[in-house]
């Protein structure tokens, strides 16, 4: 999906135009491709549609006071697109996000907004790819992670160095312990997600540090590194 900002010769674009769909929703206007809608079956869209289900469901059972909560508490905390926009969520949107991130750390979840802010982001982050017996890790200050702070990590992997817009192709791959200590190795997430690594493909590494305490997310730190193999 695309977003856009319409200009002077387009002022509002909605309706689909072939197998173009402009359409706009709270985070601005889109545009998409027009398909016939597939069920992906592979474990990771399987385990995501069952926290997004058990969110919704959790969310059924707050009260009136606490769905207002997070209503108040997402228009006081507006997050950001892919355009780099403001965007507000509504509370709903907000208490999934937060439920989801935590169930899939395995954490308690929230039932009423967070109080604390988003963690603050790594202050440096560097990532070798070797698969031979060179190292595969994100080495980061500061180090180690607080107690209740973990890496949460999003990746992708292409074949071209001309290939560097990638947010449309990065996938969560896993998180570390709590007060995880640098370096961090990583080959087998990134392995499991994308296949088996091959020689001068470039993996893109997006690093977050996420709070038990909050379910929120720091800005990320983008690395990437080509991968090598010193055995030869």
């Not at 869209?45 to 606490?66: C, D, E, F, P």
């Not at 308690?108 to 967070?114: A, D, G, V």
């Not at 192709?169 to 499991?192: C, D, M, N, T, Y």
């Amino acid at each position: 999906m695309a977003l856009f900002i319409a200009g002077p010769v387009a002022g509002q674009v909605s309706g689909r135009i072939g197998s173009t769909v402009f359409a706009k929703n709270r985070s601005g206007s889109y545009i998409r491709q027009g398909t016939v809608p597939i069920t992906s079956t592979t474990s990771y869209a399987m385990a995501a549609k069952a926290r997004m289900t058990a969110a919704t469901q959790a969310w059924q059972l707050l009260t009136a006071g606490q769905r207002l909560a997070w209503a108040e508490w997402a228009n006081a905390n507006p997050t950001v697109n892919r355009l780099g926009q403001q965007i507000h969520l509504t509370g709903h949107a907000a208490f999934v996000g937060i439920f989801c991130r935590l169930t899939a750390a395995a954490l308690s979840t929230l039932t009423t907004p967070p109080i604390l802010p988003a963690p603050a982001p790594l202050v440096t982050c560097t990532f070798d790819a070797d698969i031979g017996p060179g190292d595969f890790d994100l080495t980061y200050t500061a180090t180690p992670l607080g107690a209740a702070e973990y890496l949460w990590l999003e990746a992708c992997v292409v074949d071209s160095a001309g290939i560097n817009f990638v947010q449309n192709l990065k996938r969560f791959i896993g998180i570390s312990a709590a007060a995880q200590a640098s370096p961090f190795e990583q080959q087998s997430l990134v392995e499991a997600r994308f296949g088996t690594l091959e020689v001068d493909n470039i993996v893109h590494m997006f690093v977050y540090t996420f709070s038990s305490v909050t379910g929120l997310l720091s800005a990320p730190l983008r690395v990437q590194a080509t991968v090598v193999d010193t055995t030869v």
